[in-house]
């Protein structure tokens, strides 16, 4: 089933696509060749609301169709995002003075997340997640865990079955959530009177100075700023009252929220207001540049494809992410230039990419078939994967990255 508005999420006033990147398959999708006939697709298009400035999908498949027993991200393979959650949980008892008594709650907490450093820790914790297999994996590392998706119902239901949250986490969960008012009605629920909801997700500023459209799939229905965020929070009884900029999915907005008046403004809150007031997000030429930018990246990235392919060079993606869905399929690159990727995660391993079929392969495989090239799906991780590959691949072969423009890494480090 396909959902699909004509009018903003949040304070339904009519919306327009502003930009279409056309027919896409589900962004972790990987998918076996048998069931290539069944491959489900949706038009991936975004509006932004001129009222309420959220930035929004404006079709989406149904979240049972994304978040289920076969979900491919998994937040394990990657070491960068542990140190990140472990640093939440150390802000956790270091900042806020964390009490073994206090209980926290993680939305979308996948095969760990920030509760999987609170329970080795010893604090009072839960994690909610609805994918069956991450939330398995999580579970058998002690971590207490509940298969389903948060919503209103689910909050009252923890309210009850345990106690109210001093403190509810959310990393890269909250944008893939459609439903804001069963959501925020939930969080508003569950949360003590003076507890603390700190959330964070791809920032706008970082994606549109970045031209890093890759960020905008299914799973990615919202792409928040501290303006829509402040917005959204205000119509459920909640305010926000502190931000910090992450390095975290290439640039993150992490939101500091609790009950209206809980806490007062801080200076890093006036400082992001007046930053995104003076960048004016309601001024549609952003969006039209933004879309201008987007075309270019994709005839910059295909030329670059074209030329290294004519001259014999072999070129293969380095991981399956799910933001390389959107580029492969938005750019119309296949096998014909990118040979093969190569992902960690098991399921994803000897599958083929959504939309375009280009085949996965593990680590070894990669190793015993280094390329000329490698395209940094995962540029996220930039620093991670070059580490890794410092005495491997990068010995050998140059990367290609799309962010924040196209460009040869080793060529203009
Ligand atoms: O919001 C989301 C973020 C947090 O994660 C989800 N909607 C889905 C997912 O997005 P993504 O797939 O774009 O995330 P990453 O972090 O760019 O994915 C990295 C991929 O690279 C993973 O499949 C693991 C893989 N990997 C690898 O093959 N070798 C990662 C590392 C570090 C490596 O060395
Ligand atoms: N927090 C992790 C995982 C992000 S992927 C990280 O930052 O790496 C998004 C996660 O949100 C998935 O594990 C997905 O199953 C979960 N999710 C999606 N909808 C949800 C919902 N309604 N409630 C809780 N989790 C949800």
Known sequence: MILRTNN????????KSII???????????????????EYFYNLEVAFCTNCSLFQLIEMPDP???????????????KFM????????????NKYNLKINQFCVEIGNNDGGIVEYLNELGYNHL????????????????????????????AKKISKDYKKADFILAANALSHIPDLQSVFSGIENLL???????????YLIDILKKISYDQIYDEHVYIFSLTSMQNICSKFGLELFDVEHTNSAGGSLRCFIAKKGAYNKTNNYNFFFDYENKLNLLNNKIYVDFNRSCKKSKEELLKLLKSLTNKNKTICGYSASAKNTTIYNYCGIGTEYIKFLTDTTPIKQNKLSPGMHIPIYDYKYF????PDYCFLGAWNLKEEILNKEKNNFSTKGKWISHVPHVHILNDTL
């Open 20 to 38: 279409s990147f056309g027919k896409m398959p589900i962004a972790n999708g990987f998918i076996d060749k048998k069931d290539l006939d069944s």
């Open 127 to 154: 994690g909610v997640d609805p994918s069956t297999n991450v939330y398995n994996i999580a579970k058998s590392k002690g971590i207490n865990v509940l298969n389903d998706y948060f919503s209103f119902d689910v």
């Open 192 to 202: 003590s009177d003076d507890g603390i909801f700190i959330t964070e997700d791809p």
């Open 82 to 93: 542990q140190s990140h959650f472990k640093d939440i949980a150390k802000m956790l008892i």
């Open 367 to 370: 190793n015993e078939n280094l």
């Open 64 to 78: 049972k169709i994304l978040f289920n027993q076969n979900y491919a991200y998994h937040s394990g393979q990657s």
């Open 8 to 15: 903003c999420r949040l304070c339904d006033q009519d919306i």
